[in-house]
């Protein structure tokens, strides 16, 4: 059975951090792509992070750029997600997910599956 299950999410004040994982199972990891992107109520699904397999490539969306860090374990099929300084308008739901290929996109139609999401609320 395919999984990607997130955990970490919560409420932190502006300013903080959060720590998010995404475990996989069921499916290849090591030689996949992986991305993180994120949910705000009422509006579309925005790419956030993505990782290279191997995990030497990231990228970032501009506006988390040197605040969020991607990164991952191949031995435990786990990718992360740190995110420090936290604004209110990183509040959103978000969700990892699995490139079939190796290198990084930032589009949602590039990812065939999907973890079920963590809220992440930030106060100001």
Same mark, same amino acid.
């Given at each position: 059975? $395919?999984?990607?299950?997130?955990?970490?999410?919560?409420?932190?004040? /502006?300013? !903080?951090?959060?720590?998010?994982?995404?475990?996989?199972?069921?499916?290849? *990891?090591?030689?996949?792509?992986? !991305?993180?992107?994120?949910? /705000?109520?009422?509006?579309? +699904?925005?790419? &956030? /992070?993505?990782?290279?397999?191997?995990? +030497?490539?990231? @990228?970032?969306? /501009?506006?988390?750029?040197? +605040? *969020?860090?991607?990164?991952?374990?191949?031995?435990?099929?786990?990718? @992360?997600? %740190?995110?420090?300084?936290?604004?209110?308008?990183?509040?959103?739901?978000?969700?990892?997910? +699995?490139?079939? !290929?190796?290198?990084?996109?930032?589009?949602?139609? %590039?990812?065939?599956?999907?973890?079920? !999401?963590?809220? $992440?609320? &930030?106060?100001?």
């Amino acid at each position: 059975q $395919v999984q990607l299950v997130e955990s970490g999410g919560g409420l932190v004040q /502006a300013g !903080g951090s959060l720590r998010l994982s995404c475990e996989a199972s069921g499916l290849t *990891f090591g030689r996949n792509a992986m !991305g993180w992107f994120r949910q /705000a109520p009422g509006k579309e +699904r925005q790419f &956030v /992070a993505a990782i290279d397999g191997s995990g +030497r490539r990231t @990228y970032y969306v /501009a506006s988390v750029d040197g +605040r *969020f860090t991607i990164s991952r374990d191949n031995a435990k099929n786990t990718v @992360y997600l %740190q995110m420090n300084s936290l604004k209110p308008e990183d509040t959103a739901t978000y969700y990892c997910a +699995r490139r079939d !290929g190796d290198s990084t996109s930032t589009s949602p139609l %590039q990812y065939a599956y999907w973890g079920q !999401g963590t809220q $992440v609320t &930030v106060s100001s």
